[in-house]
């Protein structure tokens, strides 16, 4: 049975910090490209970050790059987001998605949420 499960969300203030990370287990994680997307209510779910299997090539949307850091540790089948200096745009669900040549996966989501 395949399973991503989000954790790590929660409120927070603007600047601070907060680390997703996401739990796989029922497929061969190494061989799967990860990402992290989001869903701010209202609007689209958009790509925040990837990372690629192999030699884990890393890609940002423009709107976090700088700010937030994706890794994946192939040994523990986890994937990470490390989020700094948050602010109130950044206020979403995040997803973790799962992607090979011929499956796609995705877990719950845990919600964000940036406000003073």
């Known amino acids: 049975q395949v399973q991503l499960v989000e954790s790590g969300g929660g409120l927070v203030q603007p600047g601070e910090s907060l680390r997703l990370s996401c739990a796989a287990s029922g497929f061969t994680f190494s061989t799967y490209a990860m990402s992290w997307y989001r869903q701010a209510p209202g609007k689209e779910r958009e790509l925040v970050a990837s990372?690629?299997?192999?030699?884990?090539?890393?890609n940002y949307a423009d709107s976090v790059k700088g700010r937030f850091t994706i890794s994946r540790d192939n040994a523990k089948n986890r994937v990470d987001l490390q989020m700094n200096n948050l602010n109130p745009e950044d206020t979403a669900v995040y997803y973790c998605?799962?992607?090979?040549?011929?499956?796609?996966?995705w877990g719950q989501g845990t919600q964000v949420t940036v406000s003073s």
């Open positions: 990372i690629s299997r192999g030699v884990g090539r890393t």
């Open positions: 998605k799962a992607v090979s040549n011929w499956y796609e996966y």
